[in-house]
């Protein structure tokens, strides 16, 4: 699985087979050619266009409302990391883009390692990586940085929270 999707859906519990099918909609609406498909991890879904263009997909998936997806995650960086150095380095850009959205306090992380990443870095290395950036965390943020693992690739993507559907939350990608 090293093909880089635009997106990660998380499907709510339960409601894979219909978070599939709202991620294909999302898919299709985005590119006539995009794609959805499930994971081996339960409710997990990977979102694949030809032009993966996070930032538009973000603006998609912003209209209309989600009832199975509980978050939507664009892709704005991918990476096969072989280190986790290489993992980290991303993560604090990430970090560092948030802070110039001068008008949030508290930075809201996202965080699950899925597969083989999670033996390269956990959960706990991004909330040190954070805490060593001067980022101050905060469930409630309005910014928000996310980082997906799985298998093989690690998606990251930094922006603002956004409701799109009664509890679904999308990073919705700032240019």
Known sequence: ??????????????????ALEEAWDLAVASHPEGRAEATRFPGVILV?????????????????????????VPAEKCLTPRTPEDI??????????????????????????????????????IINTALKAGVKLDRKGKAVVAVEGIDDIVIISAGITYQCGPSCLLVYLKR
């Not at 699985?1 to 219909?18: D, F, G, H, L, Y």
């Not at 032009?51 to 997806?69: C, L």
């Open 1 to 18: 699985m090293s093909e880089c999707p635009t997106a990660v859906i998380v499907a709510k519990p339960k409601r894979q087979s219909w």
């Open 88 to 125: 980290t380095k991303l993560v604090e850009a990430a970090f560092s883009s948030v802070l110039n959205l001068a008008a949030y306090k508290g930075v809201r992380l996202i965080a699950s390692m899925r597969g083989r990443v999670k033996e390269l870095l956990d959960v706990n290395d």
């Open 48 to 72: 694949y266009t030809p032009e993966r263009d996070p930032y538009r997909f973000s603006v998609i998936a912003a209209r209309g409302s989600r009832g199975f997806i509980q978050r939507i």
